[in-house]
């Protein structure tokens, strides 16, 4: 299995403009995750689906960051207007059926550069 | 709210002695705790887990222990080797809620010296 996919791997944009992240989770997967990495707060959740619902987005910092997945197969974070402090490294993870869910698995993340 | 944390940003060992990294978290509703390991460029990786009903688990040179009184877990490498140098961090979760959200901690960077 070619794992989770994300892309791009850098972006670096200019504060203001929109800011789209892709992920591609692992087939079979019915959970997936959405996290940032930061240096002060480490690994924070941002958002979360099963089965292609979303089912906590408490982590979402502002309304300027969107979710969706529209399939099992596909994900896209969004960021709209982008700002400075968006800086970081987003990563999304998937897991599958069955106990335990939290045995993660993350794609190689998207180092977001907001200029 | 920080409900995880890891309050040692760096550990640095020599090789072949133990690593200890360390972790403590204050929601005594978490029924299960899992390491994971980064490397640069990379997404984390999952390491090792255990669950509150156990104290100890061990899988060839990594371990963790869990204190639940002191809300206390650790991760014991030994021992280290140089390809052990990488980012760890601890998480965190309600088992029993089946949502699979984790929450983790802000990660401690490894490194180990030939």
């Known amino acids: 299995d070619a794992g989770v996919i994300q892309s791009p791997r850098h972006e670096v944009t200019e504060m203001g403009q929109e800011v789209t992240l892709r992920c591609k989770p692992i087939?079979?997967?019915?959970?997936l995750f959405w996290y940032r990495q930061t240096m002060m707060r480490g690994l924070e959740l941002l958002i979360y689906?099963?089965?292609?619902?979303?089912?906590?987005d408490s982590g979402m910092p502002e309304d300027r960051f969107s979710a969706k997945m529209p399939n099992a197969s596909f994900s896209t974070l969004k960021i709209q207007p982008s700002e400075p402090r968006d800086s970081a490294v987003y990563f999304c993870?998937?897991?599958?059926?069955?106990?335990?869910?939290?045995?993660?698995?993350f794609g190689s993340g998207t180092q977001l550069s907001v200029l | 709210d920080q409900q995880v944390k890891q309050n040692s940003p760096s550990l640095s060992v020599q090789e072949g002695r133990i690593s200890i990294l360390n972790c403590d978290y204050t929601?005594?509703?978490?029924?299960?705790f899992l390491w994971y390991k980064k490397y640069p460029a990379e997404g984390p990786t999952f390491l090792i887990s255990?669950?509150?009903?156990?104290d100890k688990n061990e899988d060839g040179r990594f371990t963790v222990f869990l204190n639940k009184s002191a809300k206390h877990l650790s991760l014991h490498i030994v021992p280290s080797q140089p390809g052990d140098s990488a980012v760890y961090f601890c998480?965190?979760?309600?088992?029993?809620?089946?949502?699979?959200?984790?929450?983790f901690g802000q990660g401690t960077t490894l490194q180990v010296k030939p």
């Open positions: 993870a998937s897991s599958g059926e069955g106990l335990p869910n939290e045995k993660l698995f």
């Open positions: 087939s079979g997967h019915n959970s």
């Open positions: 689906f099963n089965n292609n619902v979303p089912i906590d």
């Open positions: 929601n005594s509703m978490f029924d299960y």
């Open positions: 255990i669950s509150s009903i156990k």
């Open positions: 998480a965190a979760s309600h088992l029993s809620s089946n949502t699979g959200k984790l929450i």
